[in-house]
Nanobody
């Protein structure tokens, strides 16, 4: 049974920092592409960042580039999203997602939610102005 457990998040003032983490069990972690998505209040879920199976390549949306960093630790089956200089527009529910890499034929930049097989439960990030 695959489990995707998220941690981190919370409420911060604008300019603050947060780190989100996601630990995956029940699958061969380094066979999976990992990504972070977010869903602002009243909006659709949107892609934030992707990291390939090895962690050596990553892609990030322009709206958070330079402020958010994705990284993974295959020895610990974790993927994290470090967020700095947060702004109120970053307020959203954040989700990590896993997709089987050996059959990955999608773009790493801006993939669809339907490209991912497993999802975390979501964690709230709230940034106050």
């Amino acid at each position: 049974q695959v489990q995707v457990a998220q941690s981190g998040g919370g409420a911060v003032q604008a300019g603050g920092s947060l780190k989100l983490s996601c630990t995956v069990s029940g699958l061969q972690f380094d066979d999976y592409v990992m990504a972070w998505f977010r869903q602002p209040p009243g909006k659709e879920r949107e892609w934030v960042s992707t990291v390939n199976w090895s962690g050596k390549s990553s892609w990030i949306d322009g709206s958070v580039e330079g402020r958010f960093t994705i990284f993974r630790d295959n020895a610990k089956n974790t993927v994290s999203l470090q967020m700095i200089n947060l702004v109120p527009g970053d307020t959203a529910m954040y989700y990590c997602a896993a997709a089987y890499s050996l059959s990955w034929d999608k773009s790493y930049y801006g993939p669809s939610t339907t490209d991912f097989q497993y999802w975390g439960q979501g964690t709230q990030v709230t940034v106050a102005s």
